[in-house]
């Protein structure tokens, strides 16, 4: 069974607006990481924030953890054509992460 | 160190066939996991090591998987007697116990079609 779930399953935007996606998870975590997906390829881990921490920025990442509603939101300020691509986040218990279904984004040009 | 490498990429197999995928992970990386996408979903834990012990399998597992990491360097992963639904991406990452925190490093997959 997958922990996280993303909202929306997918979100379509013109290149230099911001786009926002949002996990909601089921039980405590140690930290949150959220990872990037291509098409057909791995995943490259973006940004983790642990339990203790709220806010976490990574250059135009804006990750946000509230523990007390199990929930996190992920943020891309002035989305680019190469930000196309799905989005998870997973949660970590340790020794192993539990995914969500993803958020595909799509960046217009 | 170039990061995560699988092998093969692509394979495609028939129904019933064994296959064999490799996993050679981050060289200073003591722990490795193997994980299973299907379309459309998020990655499923299948299993981990740390060093050369297999310490957590999944009920996905099945006794048809069977994974393996001699002297805690590379990795395989078999499926015996191939099923169709057995076709999904299968992705090994693999994490520093003391780098706790920083994140998973994974490779780029082994594509498996069973036909």
């Known amino acids: 069974s997958q922990q996280g779930e993303e909202d929306p399953q997918a979100l379509s935007i013109q290149e230099g607006e911001n786009a926002t996606m949002n996990c909601s998870y089921k039980?405590?975590?140690?930290?949150l990481q959220w990872y990037r997906q291509n098409s057909g390829r791995g995943l490259v881990h973006l940004i983790l924030i642990r339990s203790n921490e709220r806010e976490k920025h990574s250059g135009r990442l804006r990750v946000t953890l509230d523990t007390s509603k199990k929930s996190s939101s992920l943020l891309i300020t002035a989305s680019r054509a190469a930000d196309t691509a799905s989005y998870f986040c997973?949660?970590?218990?340790?020794?192993?992460?539990?995914f969500g279904a993803g958020t595909t984004v799509t960046v217009r040009a | 160190d170039t990061g995560v490498s699988q092998n093969p990429r692509h394979k495609i197999t028939k129904r019933g066939q064994n296959v064999t995928f490799r996993c050679d992970p981050i060289?200073?990386?003591?722990?490795l996991y193997w994980y299973r996408q299907t379309l459309g979903q998020g990655p499923e834990f299948l299993t981990y090591?740390?060093?050369?012990?297999?310490?957590?399998k999944s009920r996905l597992l099945s006794d048809r998987f069977s994974a393996e990491r001699p002297k805690g360097s590379f990795s395989t992963l078999e499926i015996q007697r191939t099923e169709q639904g057995d076709s999904a991406m299968y992705l090994c990452?693999?994490?520093?116990?003391?780098?706790?925190?920083?994140?998973?490093?994974f490779g780029s997959g082994t594509r498996l079609t069973v036909v």
């Open positions: 997973a949660t970590d218990d340790d020794y192993k992460l539990s």
């Open positions: 990452a693999s994490s520093s116990l003391r780098g706790r925190g920083y994140g998973y490093t």
């Open positions: 090591f740390q060093n050369e012990a297999q310490l957590e």
């Open positions: 060289s200073e990386h003591n722990r």
């Open positions: 039980t405590s975590i140690n930290n």
